[in-house]
């Protein structure tokens, strides 16, 4: 039954003290038994509404309705009452007064369960595929290095043996910080077009033998479409010694296709160029869509273009050139040789995962991130 103001016939201290008493106790269950934002705003109306709610209640049915000479006596009382109702409310019982949120579910948690543990969310598809990638180089001895994304031209471009007026260098591809005019040209800061430049700036630091593996984003001026962003990730390879030859290359770079897309790939390597390194090559995968067919059943395969091939990556034998910027260090073109390779990650985390927008890996859509945890 619910509690209700008892009218009083007897005003004496004893009468008084119990009516206190049942009306505490009363209050003291009902506190406890809100379980939603609703039944708080209820419960405290019950008490504390001006028009008919029980403190008022109490004011009409107990000290107006007092006697004269028990008015004193009643009055105090009364006001002790309010007081320990209104303290009440002030008492955190499970809610916050200001913005009434609900946890009352507190008061019913039983501390020695377990918190809830946040989840701390997928590994981008992005990130998990370059991770993949720089694993399959760790087991053959790799080690991983990195260097800054805002670059020089120097290290970007002119110790990797790029020519003056190489068009890469143009501001149409690639993005130079502003008001650097006056600075020499190889000084001028711009965001890195390629992680090769850490090829150098590793080869000042370390002598050789070296094997390393460098992960990271890069930057073009080229704008977002489908199949391109002015930002992607690229994973770039360094390995110097006596004696590497391109059989070296291509033995290493076969082995690391095979784990990476499945011991049935095939690879290709087909004359290129890039100005780092000589002889170059790029480096196709038979589809692993198709299997190399170029169809898929009675329709053609999208991702290989119907060719069967598929281009993962750049490669190619060190420039002596490029050994040239870093000779001091131990890397004399006459005694050492290397192979460096370059791929980027983007478009083989779409090939893997089956996408045909690049858009959608940097867009931060949960729903699409929520996919690949
Ligand atoms: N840096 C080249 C690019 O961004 C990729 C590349 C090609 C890297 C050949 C290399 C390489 O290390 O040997 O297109």
Known sequence: MAYTVPKLKDFSTNALTRAFLDLKSAFQEEVAKPRSEAEWKNFRDRWMARKNGLLAQVNDLWLKAAPKEAKREVGKLVNEVKQFVEQEFEIDHGWTNTANAFSATLQTVDISLPGIRRSIDAEHPIIRTQNEIVRVFQDLGYSVAEGPVIETDYYNFEALNFPPNHPARDTQDTLFLANQESKPRREQLLLRTHTSPVQIRTMEKMKPPLRILIPGKVHRNDPPDASHSPMFHQVEGLAVDTNITFGDLKGTLDHAMKALFGSDVKTSFRPSFFPFTEP???????????????KR??????????????????????????????????????????FAFGMGVDRIAMLKYGLDDLQLFFQGDVRFLEQFG
């Open 297 to 338: 059943g009675a329709d053609p395969c999208r991702p290989c273009k119907q060719t069967g091939w598929i281009e993962i990556l750049g490669c190619g034998m060190v420039d002596p050139n490029v050994f040239e910027f870093v000779k001091h260090n131990g890397y004399d073109p006459e005694n050492i040789s290397g």
């Open 280 to 294: 170059s090559a790029e480096m196709f995968v038979s589809c692993f869509i198709c299997g190399g067919s170029g």
